[in-house]
């Protein structure tokens, strides 16, 4: 079996939806994504045997992450008003 490398991948500009759906394309079946703080910054920890991400696969994922926010924006209502019933409060 080979052996398992583990790295730090920062996380702007990359949505973990994204990652998590598409590591095992660009890593390896077994290679596997976990949100992750590294030295302050938000990101992900990659742990594969396969390959690293290559600088090119981080662009592509960031690509598809801009595309994957943008759907989901239209899609869900962002700031729009939600009523809110209030009761009336009784006097003691």
Same mark, same amino acid.
């Given at each position: 079996?080979?052996?398992?490398?583990?790295?730090? $991948?920062?996380?702007? @500009?990359?949505?973990?939806?994204?990652? =998590?759906? %598409?590591?095992?394309?660009?890593?390896?079946? *077994?290679?596997?994504?976990?949100?992750?703080?590294?030295?302050?910054?938000?990101?992900?920890? $990659?742990?594969?045997? @396969?390959?690293?991400?290559?600088?090119? =696969?981080? %662009?592509?994922?960031?690509?598809?992450?801009? *595309?994957?926010?943008?759907?989901?924006?239209?899609?869900?209502?962002?700031?729009?008003?939600?009523?809110?019933?209030? @009761?009336?409060?009784?006097?003691?």
């Amino acid at each position: 079996m080979a052996a398992t490398n583990s790295y730090f $991948v920062p996380g702007f @500009g990359i949505s973990r939806a994204v990652i =998590q759906s %598409e590591i095992r394309y660009h890593c390896g079946p *077994e290679a596997i994504v976990r949100p992750y703080t590294h030295q302050g910054r938000d990101g992900f920890l $990659v742990t594969t045997s @396969g390959p690293p991400l290559t600088k090119a =696969q981080i %662009e592509d994922l960031k690509k598809s992450s801009q *595309e994957y926010e943008e759907r989901q924006s239209r899609e869900a209502f962002v700031n729009q008003p939600v009523p809110v019933i209030q @009761g009336r409060r009784r006097s003691p």
